[in-house]
């Protein structure tokens, strides 16, 4: 069950056709909207036509998904928000109904629209919708990974896809454009993990369009992703395994977390757990079950459990743990929309011209080294497969400029979640210290991702956008609860 959600994941067959002229840039095309648009709800859809490279407008042009969720208050702000969404690769239209009804959009104009080469934009770069005759095998993830996406990227070149052309650069052009585009004199920009990484790229070229900004979960230029990517995992790990310890109750039910969970993950690289969570029996190691781990705190909802999971987990059980990454019913929904349009062709062409480039393989392996040895290689390893990955992707390094800090004086909230593993609190702060009128607040509790973690995040971001020149009331943060469950979450 558990290796077949992730296949499901980046099962996405886009047509992929390059469009020129007569396209003309900067013109939208009303379309049908290209999801089921729930009762009650306004929303118009289109197509914006843009550049490949902005720097050359008369060459090849992108047919962006554009999706506008009006507001459900007859006399809404003139201000909208536009919503930039992470990955990246990962397409904002698509998730379109989990905006409806939501606080944000009541008094404001919401703008999705699908970065370039993600969702329902055209082309999509999708590598699964080729065939390969690959000579190699999954025992070796890391060469599969090389010869995998070396096919991929010359499948997509040989169908006139410029590699090159997505980035957060174009990516924000490509926004500013949409803005004048549409007739509004500013906009709200509202980022989430990447895609603040975006809208930081807006406020540095185009901040004329900008009116205030909310960074959620931020991944700033100037942060070496891959090199701290095993450190700043087992920091939000550690902090989790603390506040368990900290907390009576949680250490009461499950004591000396830390230590067990270590002693088991070494123990199972020698005597790993061989179990079938229905597709057949696999065999799987401690860094199968850290990854795991890994990605069950970037849900906020689910960190309350994750301390009884992995007791489960210790003691042979790791449904438990399975149960937190897949959700019930509707969480697995919600992942299987989210993720139905991601593009790793995207994330690839992103990671290789604009962190890789600026990361030391050496280093990274150096700055993992004081994690302890039980998790160090499940915290590590996405890093040595992206480095492998951009040896054969053939994108070029990307200018200083996209490694460097952002200086602004326009309004800004930055969020960042207490057991954020991949964004954590240091990338907040290393975010907000060049933002003149930022505001940094780290959210007790919370995973990956503030708009979706409590009401306290969703009304922070709503108050921030009503007044973001006035000091913002943060006093719900000090009410939120940090909390652990003894027992597994009963779904």
């Known amino acids: 069950m558990l290796r077949r959600f992730v296949f499901i994941l980046i099962l996405t067959l886009t047509s992929l056709t390059v469009r020129a002229q007569p396209f003309i840039i900067g013109t939208l095309t009303p379309t049908d909207c290209p999801i089921d648009i729930p009762a009650g709800a306004v929303v118009d859809c289109a197509t914006l036509t843009v550049p490949e490279h902005h720097g050359q407008l008369n060459g090849k042009t992108l047919q962006l998904a554009v999706a506008v969720l009006h507001a459900r208050n007859d006399n809404p702000q003139p201000d909208p928000v536009f919503y930039l969404e992470g990955g990246p690769g990962a397409g904002a239209v698509t998730n379109l109904q989990a905006w409806v009804g939501r606080q944000i959009t009541a ?66 052009a490509d926004a500013a454009m949409l803005v004048k585009v549409l007739g509004y ?125 992995l007791n489960e987990l210790i003691n042979g059980n790791p449904e438990a743990l399975a149960a937190l990454y897949l959700g019930d019913e509707n969480a697995l929904a919600e992942k299987l929309r989210i993720f139905h349009n991601y593009s790793a062709a995207v994330s690839n062409s992103m990671f290789c011209s604009e962190e890789v480039p600026f990361n030391d393989p050496d280093l990274t392996i150096q700055l993992a080294k004081p994690v302890p040895d039980a998790f160090e290689l499940a915290l590590y390893w996405p890093a040595k497969m992206q480095f492998a990955v951009c040896m054969v992707w053939g994108v070029a390094p990307a200018g200083e400029v996209e490694s460097q800090a952002v200086v602004s004086d326009l309004p800004t909230l930055v969020l960042v979640g207490q057991f954020d593993p991949i964004t954590p609190p240091i990338l907040g702060e290393m975010t907000v210290s060049t933002l003149r009128n930022g505001t940094l607040v780290v959210m007790p509790g919370a995973g990956h991702g503030i708009i979706d973690a409590n009401p306290c995040g969703a009304s922070l971001g709503v108050a921030f956008l009503n007044q973001p020149t006035e000091v913002l009331d943060v006093a719900c943060v000090a009410d939120i609860d940090t909390w652990f469950s003894p027992t597994n979450r009963d779904d």
């Not at 690959?134 to 010869?147: E, G």
């Not at 995998?148 to 174009?170: F, M, P, R, V």
């Not at 500013?186 to 993990?193: A, E, H, L």
């Not at 975006?198 to 090199?227: C, H, I, K, N, W």
Request: with cysteine; hydrophobic share 35%.
């Open 107 to 172: 008094d404001r104009d919401l703008i999705l629209f699908d970065q370039r080469g993600t969702g329902y934009s055209q082309p999509g770069l999708f590598c699964e919708q080729y065939d390969y005759d690959l000579d190699v095998s999954w025992t070796d993830p890391q060469r599969y990974a090389q010869v995998y996406y070396k096919a991929c990227a010359k499948y997509l070149t040989q169908d006139g896809i410029d590699l090159s052309a997505y980035n957060s650069a174009e990516s924000a």
């Open 185 to 309: 004199k500013d906009v709200n920009v509202y980022g989430v993990s990447y895609g603040t990484r975006v809208a930081l790229t807006v406020m540095r070229d185009y901040p004329e369009v900008v009116r205030a900004v909310v960074l959620d979960s931020p991944y700033p230029p100037q942060a070496q992703g891959f090199e701290q990517l095993a450190p700043n995992g087992w920091s939000a790990l550690h902090a989790l395994l603390d506040a368990c310890a900290a907390d009576s109750e949680c250490n009461r039910a499950i004591p000396h977390l830390q230590s067990r969970l270590s002693d088991f993950v070494k123990m199972s690289y020698f005597k790993p757990i061989i179990h079938d969570f229905g597709d057949g029996e696999r065999t799987y190691y401690g860094s199968d079950f850290i990854g795991l781990v890994f990605r069950v705190m970037y849900d906020t909802s689910a960190i309350p459990y994750l301390p009884a999971a």
